[in-house]
């Protein structure tokens, strides 16, 4: 892999991030502070090498793969961003046919994500980008045999830059707690030199060593603070919260996430409210609509306004006169139950009905 494909793998990833964070239907499950750590198996490619010790001074050094460990630290802001400082270790075995020793790999990135909410409650996928530092550790790396070949020791540093492809999966029962599932393209950019000693020797010469490549494939866990479990609310008729409220003046209708169509229970609901109205000689029955914090605000102050014109609809077929009604939309600016930015709280997603 050139430096050409690494600019197109890493261009592809930001415009995945910067993509993904201008659509108004994705959201973050949670805003706050997090951590998370993983390991996995680190798959990297064979180095460019140049050797003054070598009969043929410029060639590859074939590789073998080795554990790979990260953590990190970081902030959600709900809308689908996440920002965070991550740390990492990779290990990379010479090949036997090339050599023996290890090359050990510490990295210090800053990475940006977006998690995307697919409409499952229990997989979120996510994408990022990240740059940073890297510093490569040589440990006794041995090119041909410790009896006839160059033995390099020593520490090098160079930018580095990844990028980044995982699932996460929310633990049910455990607010904030998920499991990650990732994939991660890391690449040490540049050149690092080390000092090598030649066998038979005494003589020195040095050992430079091209791009490194690697291939991160990782398992993990990852915590966010904060994170409040959403109120509990069956799906079945009998758990549905009152819909008559005040002494039969108020109404309340629910709705299921991101939609504005009515269930059955609802029109139940809405021709109690049409019935009362009747009963009680309403002259003017206001129909205002609410959502939930998840998405925009510009998006959910339009769903508030569609859930209200279509319980307003329903009354006008309950034999309400179209005249009567004043429809109003407050999309996510006044919650029955607060909660913070991003939640799916089924008790704020709702039109009231009140009869005046």
Known sequence: MNARHVSALMGAALVSVASAACG???????????????????????????????????????TEGGIVGLGSVGYGFGNGLRLELEGNIRNTGIAKSAGSGT???????????????????????????????????????????AAAGSTSTG???????????????????????????EYRFFGALGQESFQSTVTPGPTTSSLRLQNQYN?????????AFGVT??????????????????????????FDWDKAALTDRARAIVKEAAEASTRARTTRIEVSGYTDASGTAQYNQGLSMRRAEAVAMELVKDGVPKSAIVIQG???????????????????????IVLK
Not at 30 to 42: R, S
Not at 340 to 352: F, L
């Open 24 to 62: 108004d239907a994705w959201a973050q499950p949670f805003q706050g502070p997090y951590i998370g750590g993983g390991v996995g198996y680190n798959l990297p490619e064979d180095i460019g090498l140049r050797s003054t010790a070598a009969t043929s001074p410029r060639a590859h050094l074939g």
């Open 103 to 145: 090359l050990r790999t510490y990295g210090v990135m800053g990475n940006a994500l977006f998690d995307m909410d697919v409409g499952s409650p229990w997989i979120y996928p996510y994408v990022g980008v990240g740059a940073g530092y890297a510093w490569t550790n040589a440990n006794s790396v041995v090119l041909g045999t």
């Open 155 to 181: 520490t090098q540093g160079r930018p580095a830059v990844q990028a980044i492809a995982g699932l996460s999966f929310p633990m049910p029962g455990v607010p904030g707690l998920s499991v990650t599932s």
């Open 215 to 223: 291939h991160s494939f990782l398992l993990g866990v990852r915590y």
């Open 229 to 254: 479990p959403p109120a509990v609310v069956a799906s079945a008729p009998a758990a549905t919260p009152a819909p008559v409220v005040a002494a039969a003046r108020s109404f309340l209708v629910f």
């Open 330 to 352: 407050y999309g996510q600016t006044k919650p029955l139950v607060p909660t913070a930015p991003g939640v799916r709280e089924p008790q704020n997603r709702r039109v009231e």
